[in-house]
């Protein structure tokens, strides 16, 4: 199962800390922590693919 991707909206709480970044053509990366609310992009929502671990 560790290739399963985890994938979470804006506004949804982080079920894991980690490196997240934008599903799509956009390639931006932040640190989310377990329990924060995933941030937006650019005042719009999007969604998050965990990348790594931490």
Same mark, same amino acid.
């Given at each position: %199962?560790?290739?399963? @991707?985890? !994938? !979470?909206? &804006?506004? @949804? @709480?982080? &079920? *894991?800390?980690?490196?997240?970044? /934008?599903?799509?053509? /956009?390639? &931006?990366?932040? =640190?989310?922590? +377990?329990?924060?609310? %995933?941030?937006? =992009?650019?005042? @719009?929502?999007? +969604?998050? /693919? !965990? *990348?790594? +671990?931490?």
């Amino acid at each position: %199962m560790e290739n399963q @991707k985890v !994938l !979470l909206n &804006t506004g @949804k @709480k982080c &079920t *894991v800390s980690g490196e997240w970044e /934008i599903e799509g053509r /956009i390639s &931006t990366v932040v =640190y989310v922590s +377990k329990g924060e609310a %995933m941030p937006g =992009y650019c005042g @719009k929502s999007v +969604k998050w /693919i !965990l *990348v790594r +671990k931490g």
